[in-house]
């Protein structure tokens, strides 16, 4: 499928590139770690391998400085050195920061069967996730006959501006970090803000009135989606759940009067499926 991307940051970005003027200046913010992190947000599911010229020109990090970076994350098990190409490719290391996240979040193992049965029934995608700089990133999906993309996976990335469950997931933070977030979304494409701007508004208003806002084909040609926003009990972390799928499958009246609502449910039972545990306290 052609995908038609006018922002820049489509793909979310790079963490460092993501950040607001006020952290990049603040003194807490090290640049260094964020560089390293820019490093391995650069793979993608399709380009298992990256040199340090092709890593430098992602991340807009000097060659030399990546060559740094890329030796030490090799020599922390975060990445593999592949000689025979001369290239990266992430190691197992990454997977015990993601399993981590996974293992104190219990959301998705409840999502699991209600996400399946919803694929099963509708014949796409559907999918939870949760927000990473300028992207939303897969953390459970299960896919039905129809779903169009056979490549998903736990981790895969969509862009939070031109996306069903991006939009949702914007609705869905508390207003401070919503506004912080516009902010990057801002300096990240400033040429096409006020078309991105009336985007997610559009979005936001269609969640208040029905709890779901729609994607028609804008992210990829010929494909549909709804996305619902999740907070989770413990009220730091703004997730979002989405369904998608070829438009002649799922239409935009099956959308408005079927699997929109549908989601809307699985988050009203997700919700109430959580234990409201208590956040740690600070200090």
């Not at 890593?55 to 098990?77: D, H, I, M, N, Y």
């Not at 939303?136 to 779903?147: F, L, P």
């Not at 009220?235 to 799928?245: E, F, S, V």
């Not at 449910?265 to 545990?277: N, S, T, V, Y």
Request: a positive charge; one cysteine or more; charged letters at 20%.
């Amino acid at each position: 499928m052609r995908r038609r991307h006018k922002a820049k940051a489509a793909g979310g970005g790079s963490a460092a590139s993501g950040k607001t003027g006020r952290k990049k200046t603040d003194p807490r913010f090290n640049t260094a770690l964020a560089r390293g992190l820019d490093i391995l947000r650069s793979f993608r599911q399709s380009e298992t391998y990256l040199g340090n010229a092709e890593l430098a020109q992602r991340t807009g990090v000097p060659k030399a400085t990546v060559s740094r970076l890329t030796f030490t994350l090799s020599e922390l098990g975060y990445l593999k050195y592949l000689e025979d190409i001369g290239k990266y490719e992430l190691a197992p290391g990454v997977l015990s920061l993601g399993f981590a996240v996974l293992a104190n979040t219990e959301i998705h193992v409840l999502a699991r069967p209600l996400l399946q049965e919803l694929a099963r029934e509708s014949g796409g995608t559907a999918a939870l996730g949760s927000r990473d700089g300028l992207s939303m990133v897969y953390m459970e999906y299960a896919r039905g006959e129809a779903a169009v993309y056979r490549n998903v996976s736990i981790g895969m990335r969509i862009p939070i501006i031109s996306t069903s469950m991006g939009w949702a997931c914007l609705h869905g933070m508390p207003a401070v970090e919503r506004a912080a977030v516009l902010d990057q979304i801002r300096e990240a494409n400033p040429v096409d803000w006020p078309r991105i701007q009336r985007r997610i508004q559009r979005a936001s208003r269609d969640v208040h009135e029905q709890g779901f806002c729609l994607g028609l084909g804008e992210y990829t040609q010929g494909i549909n989606s709804a996305g619902v926003p999740l907070l989770h009990p413990n009220g730091a972390t703004t997730l979002a759940l989405n369904l998608t799928g070829p438009m002649f499958v799922l239409t935009k009246e099956k959308l408005e009067q079927t699997w929109g609502p549908r989601l809307v449910d699985i988050a009203r039972r997700l919700r109430g499926e959580l234990p409201h545990g208590s956040r740690p306290a600070s200090g």
